[in-house]
């Protein structure tokens, strides 16, 4: 994954996901209960690093876009400033000069890692920042055998008011599994109008890995972890085949 991964569409982020805050109160409740100071990995635009900084916890945010670590920078206020610090770097490399006492890479974005060696990389570096019996969360989608069938999928997703430039944008995405490399690729397209008639369309293309349950298990076993918990959603509900989440919760 390289540092541009997200530049392209830092912008539509926020709108994408400004009706997800499920996993918030989660995150929150774990950081509360870790009671040290907190690592996002892959923190974007500060989705929920910003709330746990307005809970007043001292939280260090990671990311490799410029773009989505901008945006987040200008969500900071006088109230949250001291709380707050971002860092741009790569997850499976990096390299901060202090420990953690919880550490979480939430929505899927460990799964930018796609080879087996550049998720052990970033277990290690986990491993080598949270502190004795810190806690690691990491939250992955839960592969299904029936979608995974399917090889390829084209569906959907809705449109959202681009407040900026006072456009709807619709979107729709394209996905493949390839099977052999337990990986999804997706397409999605991003498409409007603007106030003068012309059409516009922009493709961002990424790649997943996905992995199930006790291959998650073992990876996280074979780094050193201890895994305490694996939910199925974030009101803490077990983890079941068709939950659609993993929520693996770990201990140094």
């Not at 876009?65 to 949250?80: G, P």
């Not at 012309?198 to 895994?227: H, I, M, N, P, T």
């Given at each position: 994954?390289?540092?541009?991964?997200?530049?392209?569409?830092?912008?539509?982020?926020?709108?994408?996901?400004?009706?997800?805050?499920?996993?918030?109160?989660?995150?929150?409740?774990?950081?509360?209960?870790?009671?040290?100071?907190?690592?996002?990995?892959?923190?974007?635009?500060?989705?929920?690093l910003l709330?746990?900084?307005?809970?007043?916890?001292?939280?260090?945010?990671?990311?490799?876009?410029?773009?989505?670590?901008?945006?987040?920078?200008?969500?900071?206020?006088?109230a949250?400033?001291?709380?707050?610090?971002?860092?741009?770097?790569?997850?499976?490399?990096?390299?901060?000069?202090?420990?953690?006492?919880?550490?979480?890479?939430?929505f899927?974005?460990?799964?930018?890692?796609?080879?087996?060696?550049?998720?052990?990389?970033?277990?290690?570096?986990v491993?080598?920042?949270?502190?004795?019996?810190?806690?690691?969360?990491?939250?992955?989608?839960?592969?299904?055998?029936?979608?995974?069938?399917?090889?390829?999928?084209?569906?959907?997703l809705?449109?959202?008011?681009?407040?900026?430039?006072?456009?709807?944008?619709?979107?729709?995405?394209?996905?493949?599994?390839?099977?052999?490399?337990?990986?999804?690729?997706?397409?999605?397209?991003?498409?409007?109008?603007?106030?003068?008639?012309?059409?516009y369309?922009?493709?961002?293309?990424?790649?997943?890995?996905?992995?199930?349950?006790?291959?998650?298990?073992?990876?996280?076993?074979?780094?050193?972890?201890r895994?305490?918990?694996?939910?199925?959603?974030?009101?803490?509900?077990?983890?079941?085949?068709?939950?659609?989440?993993?929520?693996?919760?770990?201990?140094?």
């Amino acid at each position: 994954m390289g540092d541009a991964f997200f530049d392209r569409v830092a912008r539509f982020y926020d709108h994408e996901q400004k009706d997800f805050v499920k996993d918030i109160p989660f995150y929150l409740d774990y950081a509360k209960q870790c009671g040290g100071e907190v690592l996002e990995l892959g923190c974007g635009t500060g989705r929920i690093l910003l709330p746990i900084a307005r809970a007043g916890i001292e939280i260090t945010g990671l990311d490799a876009s410029e773009e989505m670590l901008d945006i987040a920078r200008k969500k900071i206020d006088e109230a949250i400033g001291n709380k707050v610090t971002l860092v741009k770097g790569d997850m499976k490399a990096f390299k901060l000069s202090k420990h953690f006492s919880m550490i979480f890479i939430a929505f899927r974005s460990f799964q930018c890692l796609l080879t087996k060696q550049e998720q052990v990389s970033c277990l290690e570096c986990v491993w080598n920042h949270l502190a004795d019996n810190g806690t690691l969360i990491i939250d992955l989608f839960a592969p299904r055998h029936d979608l995974l069938a399917q090889i390829q999928r084209s569906f959907d997703l809705g449109e959202f008011h681009d407040q900026e430039n006072d456009v709807f944008v619709t979107r729709r995405a394209e996905d493949k599994y390839d099977l052999a490399k337990q990986t999804l690729h997706e397409d999605r397209f991003y498409e409007w109008t603007d106030k003068e008639g012309k059409f516009y369309c922009q493709k961002w293309s990424f790649d997943l890995s996905y992995l199930f349950r006790y291959e998650a298990e073992l990876l996280l076993q074979k780094c050193g972890f201890r895994v305490e918990q694996v939910y199925g959603d974030f009101d803490k509900s077990s983890y079941n085949y068709y939950s659609g989440e993993q929520i693996f919760v770990a201990r140094k």
